[in-house]
């Protein structure tokens, strides 16, 4: 590891309001101390975003929908009602019925659920695996970090839908291996961006100044450079969501990743491969496409919400005399 | 310059032992021995056993790897399951679709968002720039084969401008420059779907490095000395715009190839990506493992060439390690 220049003395009062720069969580009871929480702080400014309040909007109604659909359908998905095949949108059904006479709407308000499930756990899992092997490769650098960074340009080598569609092959098709592909396939942003974080925050002073009062690597990691990347990654971490709800949708499609009877988006959508639905029955391939892309375009409005608020540079009256921060670039 | 290629190439190598290794893995995931279609179906098991044994079926696993690397390197890719002809032969014909595919939607890409980019990027925050925004958005987050099932639906189906998928029309038998015409119809769809997110994602990016060079001393210099805008454009906000845009565009290939497997399923054209999912659905795993490497090794090769290209442009990269 190679010391950093003692140069504490000049820049150390500059660093002491490090944490109020990045992330909710440690901005919190910095800025806040009175008792009465004021709507000033990183949730008052979210709350004016006219992204993030669109985009809370749809999410929260869609997962809303989701999570309660056994209450809010009204009908089981997998209802069979063969005097009830094909009908259009109207009547009993408000959004008609599919080839077996089962209820669109129902089906839809279930497939729900896989959207959520998936985009959730495989990011849960990417979090896993990222946040770990970015750690090690920024914490440790030299080999190790060059062993890791040659591991990610391995799995990035590969395109995603063709090693997917392999993968699902090999594994068979279910929700839990589509959460294992996406989540074993898309860790690698994650990990080249937390490596990169760590990377600049460990030369800087409050890391010398733990390091120097003897704390241990794994509370260094933890509570200083992890607590401190909170942000970027969190932005990471929303759009990823999206990504894994567009994988999961992509990879069911196909064939390759929710099986009927149990509906997802993607596999109502794969009733369009037939021409005649295509042309002729919109109400079932159209409903579950805008149902996809209102929530990818959700929780993309989520990031750019959390992605511009973390970029704020700090309202100091001096700002534009300082030279010119680069943002943090979204991959 | 020569010192940065040999440096980068010593990185890549061991990247491209590591596909390796990930593609000869997931080989012998697969279910079955790899050989049963070289076995006659009347072959006694001791026969097959000893048939297995003189290809190193039982052999440990390190020596499989590097026998299996010795035939790669001879380009030997072993034969499909189903069609029973070589797997790069079968990967060669469909090459040439995916191919111009690929090609001609980067190039409707970059007629249409190089000067979208610029225009947006030149008139911040007015109406164009946020209906932009707002479109992009809107593309970024809509699942490409809905896109694709959307333009069908209003362009092939109801209003007739353009064949729902396939290359060429079945049956017509088209030559010269009515087969030329023929493509390019079949053409048009599926390479707007493709670039559709492409021009979303470049035309922001071109935007925001625009707009932030506007801002620079030396563009408000040649505003403050009167150049006229087109004089500004061209040599020096384009040129400067573009440096990374050499980059992205190298990286994009790759995506255009992935990303491909959809479309071409939806509009049933015949290229690489079609060809996997083929191989999926039949089970032929040595064509889907000789796709999975090819399609990587290009990627690999892709990135190289952006690493190359971005040490052309700007010669500053040469220098960091």
């Known amino acids: 590891m190679n010391a950093p220049r003692l140069d504490l003395s000049a820049k150390f009062p500059v660093k002491v309001g490090h944490s109020s720069a990045t992330g909710t969580a440690a901005a919190a009871p910095a800025a806040v101390p009175a008792a009465t929480p004021k709507r000033t702080g990183t949730s008052g400014k979210l ?138 396939l898309h860790w690698t942003g994650l990990a080249r961006l937390v490596r990169a974080e760590f990377m600049s925050l460990r030369e800087r002073e409050f890391v010398l100044a733990a390091r120097a009062i003897g704390t241990s690597p794994l509370r260094i990691v933890l509570r200083h450079l992890l607590r401190n990347s909170y942000g970027p990654v969190l932005v990471y971490a929303t759009l990823a969501v999206a990504q894994g709800v567009l994988a999961e949708a992509a990879l069911s499609f196909l064939g390759l990743g929710v099986r009927q009877p149990q509906p997802s988006w993607g596999n109502m959508l794969s009733a369009a491969q037939s021409m005649r ?39 100091r009256p001096v700002a534009d005399l300082w030279p010119r921060r680069r943002a943090h670039r979204q991959p | 310059m020569l010192r940065f290629l040999l440096r980068r190439l010593a990185v890549a190598l061991p990247v491209l032992l590591g596909i390796s290794l990930i593609v000869f893995l997931l080989v012998h995931l697969q279910p079955g021995d790899p050989f049963v279609e070289m076995v006659s179906p009347d072959a006694t098991p001791e026969q097959k056993a000893e048939l297995l044994r003189s290809y190193g079926y039982g052999d ?53 968002a190089l000067p979208l980019g610029l225009f947006i990027g030149l008139r911040r925050n007015g109406w164009p720039d946020i209906l932009v925004s707002v479109l992009s958005f809107a593309l970024v987050s809509v699942p490409t084969f809905f896109l694709a099932m959307l333009l069908i639906k209003l362009f092939a189906i109801d209003l007739r401008w353009f064949p729902t998928g396939g ?91 992935s990303s491909a497997l959809l479309t071409e399923t939806v509009f049933n054209w015949p290229g690489v990506g079609r060809l996997s999912f083929e191989a999926v659905q039949g089970r032929d795993y040595p064509l889907l493992m000789g796709i999975v490497l090819f399609l990587a090794v290009t990627t690999l090769a892709c990135n190289l060439l952006a690493d190359l290209l971005q040490a052309v442009v700007d010669p500053r990269v040469r220098l960091v390690r």
Not at chain 1, 92 to 114: A, Q
Not at chain 1, 284 to 289: E, K, N, S, T, Y
Not at chain 2, 194 to 210: E, M
């Open chain 2, 167 to 257: 290359v060429v029309t079945i049956g017509a038998g088209h030559e010269g420059w009515g087969h030329v015409r023929d493509v390019f119809a079949h053409l048009v769809l599926p390479s707007a779907v493709l670039a559709l997110a492409n021009i979303a994602i470049l035309s922001r990016y071109l935007r925001s490095s625009v707009s932030e060079l506007v801002d620079q001393d030396f563009i408000r210099a040649l505003f403050a000395r009167g150049v006229p805008l087109r004089r500004v454009v061209t040599p020096h906000l384009l040129r400067n715009a573009a440096r990374p845009l050499v980059i992205i565009i190298s990286l994009e290939i790759p995506a255009l190839l």
């Open chain 1, 47 to 184: 709350l004016r975003n006219p992204f993030f309040v669109i985009g809370a909007v749809i999410l929260s109604v869609m997962v809303a929908l989701a999570v309660f659909a056994p209450w809010v359908a009204p009908f089981s998905p997998d209802e069979i009602d063969l005097f009830a095949i094909e009908e259009p949108p109207g009547g009993g059904h408000w959004l008609g019925t599919d080839e077996v006479g089962r209820d669109v709407f129902s089906r839809l308000l279930f497939g729900g659920r896989v959207s959520v499930l998936v985009g959730v756990s495989a990011v849960a899992l990417q979090l896993v695996i990222g946040v770990a092997l970015g750690a090690l490769a920024g914490y440790c650098g030299g080999l190790v970090d060059a062993v890791v960074m040659r591991l990610t340009e391995v799995v990035m080598c590969f395109p995603f839908y063709a090693i997917a569609i392999t993968l699902a092959a090999l594994f068979g098709a279910s929700v839990w291996n589509v959460i294992l592909i996406i989540g074993i």
């Open chain 2, 60 to 112: 440990p696993i390190g020596i499989q790897y590097l026998r299996w690397l010795g035939k790669l390197a001879t380009g030997e890719l072993g034969n499909s399951v189903l069609q029973g002809r070589a797997v790069t032969a079968l990967i060669g014909e469909r090459l040439g679709n995916t191919a111009l595919l690929a090609g001609s939607s980067l190039l409707l890409t970059l007629a249409v």
């Open chain 1, 277 to 315: 639905v295509l042309s002729d029955q919109w109400w079932l391939w159209m409903p579950p496409g805008i149902a996809i892309m209102l929530m990818v375009l959700a929780i993309n409005f989520l990031g750019e919400a959390l992605s511009s608020n973390l970029n704020r540079r700090p309202a």
